[in-house]
């Protein structure tokens, strides 16, 4: 009998450290996405193209509801010049609204709001959007490899 009751506590506590583990699986999932969103749009803030060449997945897709579908080549392009234009684009994640979810075999999926706000004819512009974010880890690398980007 003995035997059997700590056999069951064992039993217990390998489930409790299973779900445990689970919920801090989900904590550091979000810090590690929340790290590579940080990273992203410190290379925007910062008009540094390079790292976030390395962050785009080559086989990108974006998706706008305001100017539609474009792929990697499009978005760098389009970086690249908007960061030679002096107009001081900036980009900040509103952390509270951010969340994140596995996708088993794949990745994660991030959606939050973010603020962007750029120089326009002398005065700062700004709004608040609505974003997801489809990460894909591969080989221990993540890479952003679907945006979708509403509510302008």
Not at 129 to 141: A, L, P, R, S, T
Request: charged share 20%; glycine share 6%; net charge negative.
């Amino acid at each position: 009998m003995k035997r059997l009751v700590t056999a069951l506590a064992i039993i217990g506590a390998c489930a409790m450290s299973a779900q445990a583990q689970g919920e801090m699986s989900k904590a550091a999932l979000f810090q590690e996405i929340f790290t590579l969103d940080s990273l992203l749009f410190t290379a925007f803030n910062n008009r540094d193209i390079e790292p976030i060449k390395h962050l785009f997945s080559e086989g990108l897709e974006f998706f706008h509801d305001k100017t539609g579908l474009t792929g990697y080549a499009q978005n760098i392009e389009m970086l690249a010049n908007n960061f030679e234009r002096d107009n001081s684009p900036t980009r900040e994640l509103i952390k509270e609204t951010m969340e994140v979810y596995p996708v088993p075999g794949y990745g994660a999926v991030q959606t939050a709001s973010h603020r962007f706000c750029h120089l326009e004819n002398g005065q700062m512009d700004c709004g608040t959007f609505k974003f997801v974010h489809i990460w894909q880890q591969k080989n221990g690398q993540w890479k952003l490899a679907r945006i979708v980007s509403f509510d302008h």
